[in-house]
């Protein structure tokens, strides 16, 4: 890999991963080892579009700051390119691989190109050396394709009341289950998936979480409630390209079954999808990472010399409202190490305009709104003249509209949306706003995590200032924190 010289390219982020150079796409092998997050991914060693698929590396001590490896998983003559997958520490050697000690193992989708279509297989290899370089094995593959196009993306975790490995796989417009003792030999359990969930095209990345509820009462002496959320992406999941969903239910370590008849959309935004879990990390925390990016323009966006970014790593809760199980994602705690105070201020009155004239481009502004009279407030993001990234909470109709239609640079493919509106009712009117800027993506947590929206911009002018206006009344800004977020990359 060549080394790079400087990471200030006009569109480079600052605080999110990227490659040094070419392209990458859908987080791989997350997994916690011995000190170390590691983060695999897509990625074309040879070119910035899709292509040649390769499994990259980067290392952290602190998920913020990474160090990039070389790559970890390259294709093969016999079984084809590295697709996507998961990895996971086989503590007590059940592979054999690691002569009664423990180690890593990768367990990937194997995509071979043939005359009479693809073939996608499930393959695995193992890392000695903690993760630095791998061994495929020998008996490749472990799962054989039992008759289908797709059919890739394994998920792979212990499941303590089996004893045994689960994996699951995304097949067509499902998912299906396996178990394993040793992760060499696979024992298929069931499906789940085809008469449930958003169905516009292809499903992909799956994932599967226990996670506590939150109690509305912290002095509950019930017993804790759990829940499994089963994750997957449906590759043309709206008009405008990918969405990743949801469904909150219960696993057996044979079968998942959904608590409704219905999924949940994990993130509002166009530009998020493969989000994938860390696996064996310390204090049970649960943290996923998404591709920033969107099928419908994905080998268009205008970055150079790289193309494509990961999301901020995001932990997950299960939150109990009025009786309804919400998901609440939150930029990890970590992220405070990033921050260098710009402006604060508490309990000011806007009835028209507010300004602060910066020109960050990465930065974080975490607020809270008060509201009686007033028919909508807006932010005003990366401004230099006309133009702008307008986030507006409308009070008329409850919704939030993100438009990015003089964000900058946006005709670089037809499919990029100017804007987009989600419906979302405020309780006792006030809003609480957590909004990341990186050059060019926006990650908007509202209400402590239970709304995100995902959106890439390519602002073509430097950012001069950031406003808050409202239109038919005032507002009150209980609290508001702008920070510079310092880069990563030093």
Same mark, same amino acid.
């Given at each position: 890999?060549?080394?790079?010289?400087?990471?200030?390219?006009?569109?480079?982020?600052?605080?999110?991963?990227?490659?040094?150079?070419?392209?990458?796409?859908?987080?791989?092998?997350?997994?916690?080892?011995?000190?170390?997050?590691?983060?695999?991914?897509?990625?074309?060693?040879?070119?910035?579009?899709?292509?040649?698929?390769?499994?990259?590396?980067?290392?952290?001590?602190?998920?913020?700051?990474?160090?990039?490896?070389?790559?970890?998983?390259?294709?093969?003559?016999?079984?084809?390119?590295?697709?996507?997958?998961?990895?996971?520490?086989?503590?007590?050697?059940?592979?054999?691989?690691?002569?009664?000690?423990?180690?890593?193992?990768?367990?990937?989708?194997?995509?071979?190109?043939?005359?009479?279509?693809?073939?996608?297989?499930?393959?695995?290899?193992?890392?000695?050396?903690?993760?630095?370089?791998?061994?495929?094995?020998?008996?490749?593959?472990?799962?054989?394709?039992?008759?289908?196009?797709?059919?890739?993306?394994?998920?792979?975790?212990?499941?303590?009341?089996?004893?045994?490995?689960?994996?699951?796989?995304?097949?067509?417009?499902?998912?299906?289950?396996? #178990? !394993? /003792?040793?992760?060499?030999?696979?024992?298929?359990?069931?499906?789940? %998936?085809?008469?449930? @969930?958003?169905?516009? +095209? $292809?499903?992909?990345?799956?994932?599967?979480?226990?996670?506590?509820?939150?109690?509305?009462?912290? #002095? !509950? /002496?019930?017993?804790?409630?759990?829940?499994?959320?089963?994750?997957? %992406?449906?590759?043309? @999941?709206?008009?405008? +390209? $990918?969405?990743?969903?949801?469904?909150?239910?219960?696993?057996?370590?044979?079968?998942?079954?959904?608590?409704? /008849?219905?999924?949940?959309?994990?993130?509002?935004?166009?530009?998020?999808?493969?989000?994938?879990?860390?696996?064996?990390?310390?204090?049970?925390?649960?943290?996923?990472?998404?591709?920033?990016?969107?099928?419908?323009?994905?080998?268009?966006?205008?970055?150079?010399?790289?193309?494509?970014?990961?999301?901020?790593?995001?932990?997950?809760?299960?939150?109990?409202?009025?009786?309804?199980?919400?998901?609440?994602?939150?930029?990890?705690?970590?992220?405070?190490?990033?921050?260098?105070?710009?402006?604060?201020?508490?309990?000011?009155?806007?009835?028209?305009?507010?300004?602060?004239?910066?020109?960050?481009?990465?930065?974080?502004?975490?607020?809270?709104?008060?509201?009686?009279?007033?028919?909508?407030?807006?932010?005003?993001?990366?401004?230099?003249?006309?133009?702008?990234?307008?986030?507006?909470?409308?009070?008329?109709?409850?919704?939030?509209?993100?438009?990015?239609?003089?964000?900058?640079?946006?005709?670089?493919?037809?499919?990029?949306?100017?804007?987009?509106?989600?419906?979302?009712?405020?309780?006792?009117?006030?809003?609480?706003?957590?909004?990341?800027?990186?050059?060019?993506?926006?990650?908007?947590?509202?209400?402590?995590?239970?709304?995100?929206?995902?959106?890439?911009?390519?602002?073509?002018?430097?950012?001069?200032?950031?406003?808050?206006?409202?239109?038919?009344?005032?507002?009150?800004?209980?609290?508001?924190?702008?920070?510079?977020?310092?880069?990563?990359?030093?």
């Amino acid at each position: 890999m060549k080394e790079i010289t400087q990471y200030n390219e006009k569109y480079r982020p600052q605080f999110h991963f990227t490659p040094d150079e070419n392209w990458l796409n859908d987080p791989n092998g997350l997994v916690y080892y011995k000190g170390e997050y590691h983060l695999f991914y897509q990625y074309n060693p040879f070119d910035k579009v899709w292509g040649p698929m390769h499994w990259g590396h980067a290392v952290s001590n602190d998920l913020v700051h990474w160090q990039q490896l070389p790559i970890a998983l390259e294709p093969d003559e016999e079984l084809g390119m590295i697709f996507s997958g998961s990895a996971v520490v086989d503590k007590n050697d059940s592979t054999g691989f690691f002569n009664g000690g423990s180690g890593l193992v990768a367990v990937y989708t194997s995509h071979l190109d043939t005359d009479n279509g693809p073939i996608e297989q499930q393959s695995i290899a193992y890392s000695r050396d903690r993760g630095r370089t791998w061994v495929k094995y020998k008996d490749n593959p472990v799962i054989k394709n039992y008759g289908v196009k797709d059919f890739r993306d394994p998920k792979v975790f212990w499941h303590q009341q089996t004893k045994k490995w689960i994996m699951i796989i995304a097949c067509d417009d499902r998912v299906r289950f396996y #178990n !394993s /003792k040793n992760l060499k030999k696979w024992e298929y359990l069931s499906e789940f %998936g085809s008469e449930i @969930g958003v169905h516009g +095209g $292809v499903w992909e990345c799956p994932d599967l979480i226990k996670l506590e509820v939150e109690t509305e009462h912290l #002095n !509950s /002496k019930s017993q804790t409630e759990k829940k499994w959320i089963l994750a997957v %992406g449906d590759s043309h @999941g709206r008009k405008t +390209g $990918v969405l990743t969903q949801y469904f909150l239910g219960e696993f057996d370590g044979e079968r998942f079954s959904s608590d409704y /008849k219905r999924s949940f959309v994990i993130d509002h935004g166009p530009d998020i999808y493969a989000l994938q879990s860390w696996s064996n990390l310390p204090e049970n925390r649960k943290i996923w990472i998404g591709w920033m990016n969107n099928i419908a323009y994905m080998n268009k966006i205008p970055t150079d010399p790289w193309r494509g970014m990961m999301s901020l790593p995001r932990e997950l809760a299960l939150k109990k409202d009025n009786g309804k199980i919400k998901l609440i994602q939150k930029p990890i705690r970590e992220l405070i190490n990033l921050r260098e105070n710009i402006y604060h201020d508490n309990d000011l009155r806007v009835s028209e305009e507010m300004n602060i004239y910066i020109e960050e481009e990465s930065y974080e502004i975490n607020t809270v709104i008060e509201f009686e009279k007033v028919d909508e407030f807006s932010f005003f993001l990366l401004q230099n003249n006309n133009q702008q990234t307008k986030i507006t909470y409308n009070v008329r109709d409850s919704k939030i509209i993100v438009d990015r239609s003089s964000s900058g640079n946006t005709d670089f493919s037809e499919n990029f949306i100017d804007c987009q509106e989600i419906e979302w009712f405020v309780k006792n009117k006030r809003l609480e706003v957590d909004i990341f800027v990186d050059k060019s993506s926006l990650e908007i947590f509202i209400d402590g995590g239970e709304l995100t929206i995902s959106n890439l911009v390519f602002p073509q002018k430097k950012s001069e200032k950031i406003s808050l206006k409202t239109k038919g009344g005032s507002i009150k800004v209980k609290s508001f924190e702008l920070y510079k977020m310092n880069s990563i990359w030093g």
